[in-house]
């Protein structure tokens, strides 16, 4: 599962890279290499072969000209949320809820709770214009991931059926059938999505092959904490050696470089693959100029739209996750939240929006691709195939990948419409859209957002628990009773929240406000230091699928907020 959190391990110089002492069967593993070449978003499938690493040129991605948006930042001192330590944050506000409610029975609903219409709604900060509007350019490339914890089965099952799917269609395109055999699939509930969607180019990738061999979330580290800047810039990039043939999208193809071998062996085996699959998906960073800390992005990444396939091993349903500002993203999610909500009910999916509206401050695998996109399903246990939790993930990817390919079919229409010498950007009007607006008034649609980082390094905040002292990834407190399986459940400063050892109970402090709501609660993955240990904080919001910014409510003119400041504190010792 993930909410996105940080790698907690360090390997940021020369003499850090020296010490880290990988798993003892790294050495074993060093057989073959190989790389893969970028290719823009618009040309061409993702390549399945072995190639030269070529990172070209690119002017700033549009999403890296976003100004910093989120609510929670409003009245910041202008502290990045992924900044430097700090030790207090006094001056800090974690949550802005200027009126928002924070009763589940309010974020299931489309409109007010009043039935009136609400004219205080204004974006946390004024979203830029972008020159090209989202909607006004087809997706081609879209990449499914599974396997990026290597324990998390269902997303491994899932891009495995679309290979799968993918023979059955190829096969029939030899033999020269017609897809009227597959018009009635869907009363048996198959669905080929390469007869279904044929505007979109899909890809699949298992991003942690060699943890999925182990049944592992992770080999060293959490791969999804493996794609900052930083980190990626910390892995040189290597000629591969032709000895044979390597497949980036299943394999680990970086340990049989013998000239890389004495670097590759100092680095975590997440690290090194992050590297492969920005390569493969990517790139997400310019190599020139820049520096580690302002690395520019790239402005045309080969992945359209990277659909990354986890679970969690708490209560979370259908939770769809995706990043504010990307208003493509917002629309997509919108049309997925309906069309679940309608197979499963209202509690059944949820939308979580992390506060991160410039690509280059995600660390996560999805953030590799021009757009990124998170379906999580639980609960489940971790190295277990459910049906049922396949099928919810299917239910979701299939909406995602439909609203792609009508979006597609609509540009296609419009090109074909227009005039002579139209550039074609005005296409944000489009029946799906429509469709959405009358689906939410106003294009608001509910949703949680998730709490920022309170630890450098982080992307969403959580409550951390203490560790016990023999081992790193044993809680020394348990969650309570009254907390397990409620996620999206609110919970109120002095609620239980921890039980101790000798039976105690540890309340909740309301240090992340006075009555916030818990996501993944006692999620099996955060049990990792590595994944950054604990339970996700998040709070009812709503954003604007026309602009993938959040919106939050006033009573004044200016649009000034309610703030709650918090001071961190590193766990409930």
Same mark, same amino acid.
């Given at each position: 599962m993930d909410l996105i959190m940080s790698n907690t391990h360090s390997y940021g110089s020369t003499t850090a890279l020296a010490a880290y002492t990988p798993t003892a069967d790294r050495g074993q593993r060093l057989r073959r290499g190989g790389t893969m070449y970028h290719r823009p978003c618009h040309v061409g499938?993702?390549?399945?072969?072995?190639? @030269?690493? =070529? =990172?070209?040129?690119?002017? *700033? !991605? *549009?999403?890296?000209?976003?100004?910093p948006s989120s /609510? $929670?930042? /409003?009245? %910041?001192?202008?502290? !990045?949320?992924?900044? %430097?330590?700090?030790?207090? $944050?006094?001056?800090? @506000?974690?949550f802005a809820r200027g009126g928002a409610s924070t009763d589940r029975s309010d974020i299931a609903r489309n409109t007010d709770s009043d039935g009136e219409e609400d004219n205080t709604r204004k974006h946390a900060r004024a979203p830029p214009s972008p020159a090209v509007s989202p909607f006004s350019r087809p997706v081609t490339r879209v990449a499914v991931v599974g396997g990026t914890h290597g324990n998390e089965y269902t997303g491994v099952w899932c891009i495995k059926a679309i290979e799968r799917q993918r023979e059955i269609h190829e096969a029939a395109t030899r033999q020269q059938r017609t %897809?009227?055999?597959n018009d009635d699939d869907d009363d048996d509930g198959i669905v080929n999505i390469f007869e279904r969607f044929p505007s979109l180019e899909i890809e699949t990738l298992l991003a942690n092959p060699v943890a999925y061999m182990e049944n592992k979330r992770f080999v060293d580290v959490d791969l999804n904490r493996e794609f900052s800047a930083e980190k990626l810039r910390k892995v040189p990039v290597f000629e591969a050696a032709d000895e044979e043939e390597c497949d980036l999208r299943t394999e680990f193809? !970086?340990?049989?470089?013998?000239?890389?071998?004495?670097?590759?062996?100092? *680095? @975590?085996?997440?690290?090194?693959?992050?590297?492969? =699959?920005?390569t493969l998906l990517g790139p997400k960073f310019t190599e020139e100029g820049g520096g580690e800390d302002i690395a520019p992005q790239h402005d045309d990444p080969a992945t359209c739209v990277v659909i990354d396939l986890h679970t969690t091993t708490a209560n979370m349903g259908i939770s769809l996750i995706i990043p504010e500002g990307d208003a493509l993203m917002s629309a997509a999610a919108a049309y997925v939240l309906d069309k679940c909500r309608r197979k499963y009910g209202v509690d059944g999916a949820q939308c979580l929006m992390h506060a991160l509206p410039k690509r280059r401050d995600r660390m996560n695998l999805s953030s590799c691709g021009r757009h990124g996109f998170t379906i999580e399903v639980g609960p489940t246990p971790q190295g277990v195939i459910r049906h049922d939790a396949v099928e919810k993930t299917e239910v979701a990817m299939r909406a995602l990948l439909e609203f792609l390919h009508l979006r597609n079919l609509e540009l296609e229409e419009h090109q074909q419409q227009q005039p002579k010498g139209d550039d074609g950007n005005d296409a944000s009007s489009s029946p799906i859209l429509d469709n959405l607006n009358e689906l939410y008034p106003g294009g608001i649609v509910p949703c949680y957002r998730s709490a920022p980082a309170m630890r450098p390094g982080e992307l969403s905040g959580k409550i951390s628990w203490p560790a016990d002292p023999?081992?790193?990834? $044993? @809680?020394a407190v348990?969650?309570?009773? !009254? *907390?397990?399986?409620?996620? $999206?459940?609110? =919970?109120?400063?002095?609620?239980p929240l921890f039980v101790r050892l000798d039976g105690t109970v540890v309340p909740y402090d309301g240090s992340h406000g006075e009555e916030v709501h818990l996501v993944f609660v006692n999620e099996g993955g955060y049990y990792y230091a590595s994944s950054g240990t604990g339970i996700g904080v998040a709070v009812t919001s709503r954003f604007d699928f026309r602009t993938g910014w959040f919106v939050v409510d006033s009573d004044?003119?200016?649009?000034?907020?309610e703030e709650v400041v918090v001071e961190e504190k590193d766990s409930y010792e």
């Open positions: 499938a993702i390549g399945r072969h072995r190639h @030269p690493l =070529i =990172i070209g040129t690119a002017a *700033l !991605s *549009l999403l890296a000209t976003a100004l /609510a $929670f930042a /409003a009245a %910041s001192t202008g502290a !990045s949320a992924v900044g %430097s330590p700090q030790r207090h $944050f006094a001056q800090r @506000p974690l %897809s009227a055999a193809c !970086s340990d049989g470089n013998v000239d890389a071998g004495e670097v590759l062996a100092t *680095l @975590p085996h997440e690290a090194v693959r992050a590297r492969e =699959i920005d023999a081992n790193p990834n $044993f @809680p348990m969650v309570h009773k !009254s *907390l397990q399986d409620r996620d $999206f459940h609110p =919970i109120r400063a002095g609620d004044d003119e200016d649009g000034a907020v």
